[in-house]
């Protein structure tokens, strides 16, 4: 799996509780904002994105909220299961073009059965 | 459909010496991205291409990184001479088109002793 030279934020959760990841992002012209998910020996895999003509949007147990006052994001993800134990990263893009995709520096999640 | 395939999975050289990283993406996708993560850190982008032309090599660190994809379809990136901070894992993404999400592979893990 992944090596940790610098510790990523590591949010542990109980299995079956609701997780809530946060991001801030930086480029206040992005318009478009997605979560990947990358588990161990994988790449990273899109689980929801999001427009900012939007401030929420759903997803099969998972949850995207985007607040552009504040250039904030976060993904919820109900029912935490062991399979969602994996590094989440926010990425912004601003839509159009050949812009390309910023990623963050990534949350780790732990899910506790 | 097969999905994005990137050779080796790993690879560990001694600084100074040279290494290629290949990256297959799927079939049909002009548009191809070179990321890398390194010391668990951010997924940091390298560079686009659109079919066999650089769109974008702003994130490539120097001149020791050279990314070529003749043809437009597969796509290499080679490090001459490797350096120990070369060290990170080596993502390649693909899409049909700028607006798509991003569809990556497992990475090549590169060690550079």
């Known amino acids: 799996g992944e090596s940790v030279g610098l510790h990523l934020p590591t949010l542990s959760v109980q299995e079956g509780d609701n997780s809530i990841i946060n991001c801030a992002y930086s480029n206040s012209a992005s318009d478009y904002f997605i979560w990947y998910k990358q588990e161990s020996g994988k790449g990273p895999q899109f689980i929801i994105d999001?427009?900012?003509?939007?401030d929420k949007r759903q997803g099969q147990r998972v949850t995207v909220l985007l607040n552009k006052t504040v250039k904030h994001l976060s993904l919820q993800i109900a029912a935490t299961q062991p399979g969602d134990s994996a590094v989440y990263f926010c990425a912004e893009k601003v839509a159009g073009g050949y812009q390309k995709v910023t990623f963050g520096t990534g949350t780790k999640l732990q899910v506790i059965p | 459909e097969a999905g994005v395939t990137q050779f080796p999975s790993h690879s560990v050289i001694e600084k100074g010496q040279t290494v290629t990283l290949r990256c297959d993406p799927i079939?049909?996708?002009?548009?191809l991205y070179w990321y890398r993560r390194v010391m668990g850190k951010e997924i940091k982008f390298l560079l686009h291409?659109?079919?066999?032309?650089?769109?974008?090599e702003s994130g490539m660190p120097n001149n020791r990184f050279l990314a070529e994809r003749t043809g437009g379809t597969y796509s290499t990136l080679k490090v001459q001479p490797a350096e120990l901070e070369d060290s990170g894992v080596y993502f390649c993404a693909s899409s049909h088109n700028t607006e798509d999400i991003l569809h990556f592979g497992n990475g090549t893990r590169l060690t550079v002793t």
């Open positions: 999001i427009r900012s003509n939007m």
């Open positions: 079939s049909g996708h002009d548009n």
């Open positions: 291409f659109v079919k066999e032309s650089k769109q974008d």
